[in-house]
Nanobody, 118 residues
Framework: QVQLTESGGGVVQTGGSLNLSCLTSGSPFSTYAMAWFRQGPGREREFVASISWNGAVTQYADSVKGRFTISRDNAKNTAFLLMNSLELEDTAVYYC???????????WGQGTQVTVSS
């Protein structure tokens, strides 16, 4: 059974930074793509970033391009999301996922809260 555990969330002021981590177990981590989604207050869950199994291909939502960086360390079964220049609109629960193909078939963590304050 695949398990994903996010960490690194917290409260930060606008313009600040946070680095989220996602530790995965029970899956062939190095062969799966990884992604981060988020769900803000009163909003639907939305795509943030994704990374291919070998880290060669990354994709970002337009709202975070140039501010967020997704990466992975296959030796540690861990994915990361470095978030810089945080804005109030980045406040959300951030979820990491692992899998192949359609996101609806992926495994997801419980999420970590990120709160950006002015």
């Amino acid at each position: 059974q695949v398990q994903l555990t996010e960490s690194g969330g917290g409260v930060v002021q606008t313009g600040g930074s946070l680095n989220l981590s996602c530790l995965t177990s029970g899956s062939p981590f190095s062969t799966y793509a990884m992604a981060w989604f988020r769900q803000g207050p009163g909003r639907e869950r939305e795509f943030v970033a994704s990374i291919s199994w070998n880290g060669a291909v990354t994709q970002y939502a337009d709202s975070v391009k140039g501010r967020f960086t997704i990466s992975r360390d296959n030796a540690k079964n861990t994915a990361f999301l470095l978030m810089n220049s945080l804005e109030l609109e980045d406040t959300a629960v951030y979820y990491c996922g692992s899998g192949l193909g359609d996101y609806k078939y992926w495994s997801w963590g419980q999420g970590t809260q990120v709160t950006v304050s002015s």
